[in-house]
């Protein structure tokens, strides 16, 4: 399925700041931000009151995009300065003033814990008045905020470099599943995927294992010469470098070849599995997924590279043919999750929730 916010589909700069100005959306403006595992995008939208029609498309002021903002990967330094960097360059670009800032949500990856959250806020509370609002929640919550336009209802699933299910009830209890990297486990993941290729690669040059297409679709796609080469690469890969295969084993089961085929079957059933996990730990859908609490369909958003790879092998459908068990409405998100942020940032504003 193609990535909706690929190919120029997200609003243009100067269309969005024309819609502002023409409509006169609310009273200043609100930054939303999305922090992955590979790159960190921040936008800038105008504030309007949360409950009002929403504008199609959404009015973008500025848009920024920078590098990881984990800190459990880059380091505190790196990942602050990147944050810093991204908000103020998306600021520059809508022409706003600090002053004018209303609210920022920041969905940041590796923030799991309140102690990650008051770290967060505290890079940002320093670059801002003190009436500005600074909520900050792990990366997968806004990413659910840009499938259901700012609510918090229903499961995402994020696979891209990493992967996670993330999901509340009408109760507002939430619950998560997979999210803990790739040592311990998002087999789902495009790291998880092409972890697997590679060794899959190794297994067949020493002879554990089958012959696998991926051997020369890899070693060229990487310009190595033998397999033996793979062993030295490995020793230094960004999980964005490892990720980056996922084309090649997609290709290659595409062309039939069953080891990849395998791969990717299994990391599909294990988002799917991620998915039931937090369906089932909310009690979405009963105990044994026959029967819905909820009178109609939950939304489950799917986000992500790995589900959006435009490919006759749909990782996507694979993984929503994999939870059909029970009642959930697919969503492909029509903006991205740093608008989700933004969206979430105005609902708190709003009901006047504080998570802060």
Known sequence: MRNPHSNGNLPKLEEGRESAEENG???????????????????????????????????????AVAGCTNRNSVGET?????LEQVISEALV???????????????????????????????????????????????????????????????VLIAGTGCIAYGFDEDGREARASGAGPIL?????????????????????????PETMLTSTILKALGLSSPDELIGWTYH?????????????????????????????????DLALSVKAVVQRLGLCGKDFSRCRWKSFFPVVMVGGVLN?????????????STDTFRAQTIIPKVEPAVGAALLAMNFLTVKIDVS
């Open 237 to 269: 890969p960004s999980w964005a470098r490892m990720a980056a295969l996922v084309p090649q084993v997609v290709s290659c089961a595409e062309a039939g070849d069953e080891i990849s085929d395998k791969i990717l079957v299994d990391a599909a059933d």
């Open 309 to 321: 790879a435009n490919m006759k092998w749909d990782i996507e459908k694979k993984s929503q043919a």
């Open 93 to 155: 670009q809508s022409g706003s003033d600090k002053s004018h800032v209303r609210g920022v949500c920041l969905g940041v990856s590796g923030v799991n814990h309140p102690s990650d959250q008051e770290m967060v806020q505290n890079w940002i509370r320093d670059m801002f008045p003190s009436h500005v609002k600074v909520y900050v929640q792990n990366d997968a919550i806004v990413a659910l905020a840009s499938g259901t336009m700012g609510k918090l209802h229903g499961c």
């Open 185 to 209: 486990g998002d087999w789902g993941s495009g790291y998880g995927i092409s972890a697997q290729a590679l060794t899959a690669v190794i297994r067949a040059h020493d002879g554990r294992g």
């Open 25 to 63: 959306y609310g009273d200043g403006v609100i930054l939303g931000l999305d922090g992955g595992a590979t790159s960190t995008v921040c936008v800038c939208v105008p504030f309007f009151p949360y409950g009002d029609r929403l504008p199609e498309p959404i009015p973008i002021l500025g848009r």
């Open 78 to 82: 790196a990942a602050r300065d990147s």
